[in-house]
């Protein structure tokens, strides 16, 4: 590789941020390897972990924090940095996220108070954040770290309520703010989980969601003022989880205010995509930072995660790893931070595939990032979501505490694009997130039409929209009621839908099926059978009132099962639905022709199309029939190319499984 090449990276907008860890016995080697692995792949950030997530407990003495600051941290900042290499500090262990040992001695060292589950069980995983013990060991750590004067010091996992062993925090220090919050005496954890699970205006449940903020917001001001007063020019680094079900509990805008106080607040959103999953599940996971990204405040530099250690509990085919690179390049992030390494004595050569691989698709990914702005987010089926619709979320069991998206996540596996821009004019509610919407927003939403699952049609009945979408849930359906599903599509007359059937005896207990009713004019797309044929209520019903506004309702819930979505006719069925609704067709869109390819459209800086067809099925297709508006360039590892199309828009290409095809639009007409 040229130098001159080299230098051109530099100046790209893509940056991966490469995490690891230097274990004390092979530091050197590693960080020799390191500087070869940016030499190669054009990194220039590194982010250094403090502790072993493999090998080491969640809390260390202050001693040996200094001790390994001193002899590996340091030193190994000074040459990345004479290297030209940026250099971050994530700390893996603030409020212990890992493993807590519960050993004698151990815990005699570290007395800190364990985070109580709902259940009344000890966390494995770590402390309280309202411990003044833990509060003082954390000022006393941070402030070794701060003294490496880090570009950013990232917090990891641990500000969350979800840590190893489920929901917490119930320790008697949150049982006391709890009363003092919602004025009340003698609170038990039973009650507070009651009030959680069972009682959406309960005082103790927002005292819960109080309590739970607080106590990691004043960790987080502790964490600002100790490196702050070390180090002025060092930012600070939050690592989010899963949304929304990670965000139970925690207000994060509050969160990241108290970390950040007036700089750009930095956001690490975690990704779940750390081993090999199953394809089906690729797009819902590579997805949610977006959706994260999309109900946080809008100055947030964001560093989207990957992980894929190949040695570790976290591996991943290089395929699918430079399949999630894309994924987040077209969706507008361009700074990646990747953890591509174990975390004990393996050499790097381990990643020499992944090493190959990102050589030679650097010139796409970097032609995406410089198409792209960063930010920018995608644009497809809009999915309204809220920071605080855990806060309102009506649950019968903790199990269900966590869903509301499911059926939208199920969207990008039947090739209909999802996106996150608020002004898209296909729209899908789900769930009842809609409870933290105003007026004005729900009136927005509707204007345009939208599909709804059955969650959201009560919740816009309960808020008083019932009447304006015209469709009512009755009951849920026994198991015996729902037999199998026939498709007819609009009118009945879709060639390919027409009196095809879903089976549905062997998903009985799956996915809570309703009856549907509506006021004239309304028409069933599908409808529901029981064993002896006789219809028990429309699958998709689909009404447009007095004003042109356009709904559908499925009349599942599917949140414990997308089998009722995966299927190619429920493909056909949605996207002409979206498109009758928003009486525009998607501007990309793979048909069911082709199944399971992910399509990701975002936007250049002139706003023209940049669109990216992920083939998530483990078929390889050499023939694609994308409907697509106007005129389009295929982007090449040699630039970018005429799209050739034959005459009934069919694009000859192969694309193995998890390959992509990136076009980008040449004219809209
Ligand atoms: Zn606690």
Known sequence: MSQQSEEEVAETPYRQIFRLFLPAYCADQRIQDTLEYCRRTGCRDVLLFTTSYDEEPSFKSVEEVRTYTESVLKPAARRFREAGIAVGINVMQTLGHCYFPDDKEYRKAFPFQRRITAEGKNDRGGACPMDVGLQEWVKKTYSVYAEIHADYIFVDDEFRTMLRDGMTCFCPLHLKKIEELANVEAV???????????DLDSPLRKAYFEATTQGLAKMAVIIRNTVKAVAPETRLGLMTQVFPQAATGIDYQQILKALSGDERPLVRPQISLYSEIGL???????????????????????YAEIENSPYGVWAKSTAMTIAQIYAL?????????VNFCSMFMRPLDELKPLIEAQVRERPRFEALANLIPDGNAPIGVYNYAHLHELEVRQVKAPGE???GHALAMALPNLGIPLGTDPNSPWIMLTGDALRKATPAE??????????LDVPALQTLTELGFGERIGIKVERELECDEVGFEEFTGPNGLDPLLHRFTL??????NYGHWYELTATNPCQAWSVV??????????????????AGERFAVLAFTGDVSNHWMANRYR???LRLFFEWQARTPFPVVVTEDSPYCWTIINRDKEGRLVAGIINTSSDTILNLTPQMAGCWNQITCAGELPLQQAADGSVQTKLAPLDVLLLHQKTTE
């Open 188 to 198: 038990t954890i039973e009650a507070v989980a009651k009030a959680i699970w069972h």
């Open 280 to 302: 089906h599940q690729f797009a819902a996971a590579s997805i949610n930072p977006s959706i994260f990204r999309e109900v946080l405040p809008k100055n947030i530099e964001h």
């Open 329 to 337: 390049l077209l969706q507008g992030f361009m700074k990646q931070a």
């Open 401 to 403: 505490y966590h869903h």
């Open 442 to 451: 729900i009136d927005s939403l509707l204007r345009r039409g939208a599909l």
């Open 503 to 508: 089976q549905s005896f062997l998903h009985l």
């Open 529 to 546: 059978r029981n064993f002896r044929g006789d219809l028990v209520t429309p699958g998709l019903l689909v009404r447009e009132n007095a």
């Open 571 to 573: 493909a056909r069925q």
